[in-house]
């Protein structure tokens, strides 16, 4: 029996795609990691990290768990057997999170948010959604101020430290 051989492919900290907006525009409650129903020539163009997350949603259908409008830019070499690159994805999660995701949705007034698209080191595509609520405009001021405020802080400890 021979050995076999090992992969040597991109870890899971390589994201393909990360939503920025996402954490600007909304207060996380609590995250999930889901798989993503692709096909060929999707996946090789998320590991040349050509997606974009800006704008998309998850949505709840029949029990089934849905991404909308996140964007993976057709794969050069598929040729005419590429994919749509603004199709709805299948999120592969249990039955288990399917269910209390759509009861959190349904009681109060949460959404469902892609953060961002990533792989394995098994080299599985899997995307992390978490439930959010919207942010008002004062709120995502106070956040701009807050960090502003630290990082004062955190430049003028620096400077009495000695770094």
Request: aromatic share 6%; glycine share 8%.
């Amino acid at each position: 029996m021979g050995l076999m051989a090992q992969k040597t492919g991109k870890t899971s900290e390589t994201p393909a795609a990360v939503n920025k907006k996402a954490y600007h525009d909304f207060e996380l409650v609590e995250k999930y990691e889901a798989g993503m129903e692709l096909q060929g020539s999707e996946v090789k163009s998320l590991r040349a990290a050509a997606a974009d997350l800006t704008g998309s949603y998850a949505r709840m259908q029949e029990g089934e768990c849905w991404l909308v409008g996140a964007k993976i830019a057709a794969y050069q070499q598929a040729g005419n057997a590429g994919h749509d690159p603004a199709r709805k994805r299948k999120l592969l999660l249990h039955k288990a999170e399917l269910h209390r995701i759509q009861v959190k949705l349904d009681q109060r007034s949460y959404t469902l948010v892609p953060l961002r698209m990533y792989f394995t080191p098994k080299g599985k595509a899997k995307i992390e959604l978490a439930l959010a609520q919207g942010k008002r405009q004062y709120d995502k001021r106070r956040t701009i101020t807050e960090r502003a405020q630290k990082r004062d802080l955190d430049r003028n400890m620096k400077k009495y430290r000695g770094g």
